[in-house]
């Protein structure tokens, strides 16, 4: 069955420090791969894409992820955590076949500290 | 600023009222959502409409009706909702084109029901 994992319920840190996200997923195939952020009261923003070529991406606000097929994982990263950053992070996976279905991860509640 | 517009932001409803939930995107997207946010949970799928037509249909109760009137407009029609059924309702949008485009959400509607 296809699912998403993140493993970090919630994850705490201190502001200008290092940040990764995990997400593991478990496909038939390559996924295409997404984080999105979302921060009380607000709908779902997109930080981030996979879908294929270079496996390291960029997104926005300063964020990255990098695929690793051979651990099924799209991990986010940050180098530097501002307090703005505190959020919800979701990642999830879409088909390349059922083309509008997205499986979500269960979230990653991100605390930053001053 | 979202580009998925959605209206109203909050709403109380008794459980024998009727009310209807509007969603806007001016973006030419094709494909346009429905999803059920409950507190601290990932987004759950409930309707696709591709090109103004039905395409999933995630068992949702018959309580909820989607209607898609044109390309740039969604609307889910509410009627004999239960407690349950509070939560925030969110709607996004892509181009639809095989998966590959991101979903873009607006920033939902918060449902509570007495």
């Known amino acids: 069955a296809q699912s998403v994992t993140q493993p970090d319920i919630h994850i705490t840190v201190s502001e200008g420090a290092s940040l990764e996200l995990r997400c593991n997923y478990s496909?038939?195939?390559?996924?295409?791969l997404f984080w999105y952020v979302q921060s009380p009261g607000q709908g779902l923003q997109l930080l981030l894409k996979y879908f294929s070529g270079d496996t390291l991406v960029q997104g926005i606000k300063g964020f990255e992820a990098e695929f690793k097929r051979s651990q099924s994982s799209f991990n986010l990263r940050k180098p530097s955590v501002h307090w703005s950053d505190a959020a919800e992070y979701f990642c999830a996976v879409g088909s390349r076949l059922n083309t509008d279905k997205l499986i979500f991860g269960t979230g990653t509640r991100l605390q930053v500290f001053p | 600023d979202t580009e998925v517009t959605q209206t109203p932001k909050h709403l109380v409803m008794g459980m024998t009222n009727k009310k209807s939930l509007k969603c806007e995107q001016h973006?030419?997207?094709?494909?346009m959502y429905w999803y059920k946010q409950k507190a601290k949970k990932p987004p759950e799928l409930m309707f696709v409409y591709s090109y103004e037509k039905l395409s999933i249909n995630e068992s949702v109760p018959s309580r909820f009706s989607p209607e898609c009137p044109n390309s740039s407009l969604l609307n889910l029609h509410l009627h004999a909702l239960q407690p349950e059924d509070s939560a925030l309702y969110l709607c996004?949008?892509?181009?639809?084109?095989?998966?590959?485009?991101?979903?873009?959400f607006g920033d939902g509607t918060r449902l509570s029901i007495l």
């Open positions: 973006m030419g997207h094709r494909a």
């Open positions: 996004a949008s892509s181009h639809g084109q095989g998966g590959r485009q991101p979903q873009h």
């Open positions: 496909y038939g195939a390559t996924p295409y």
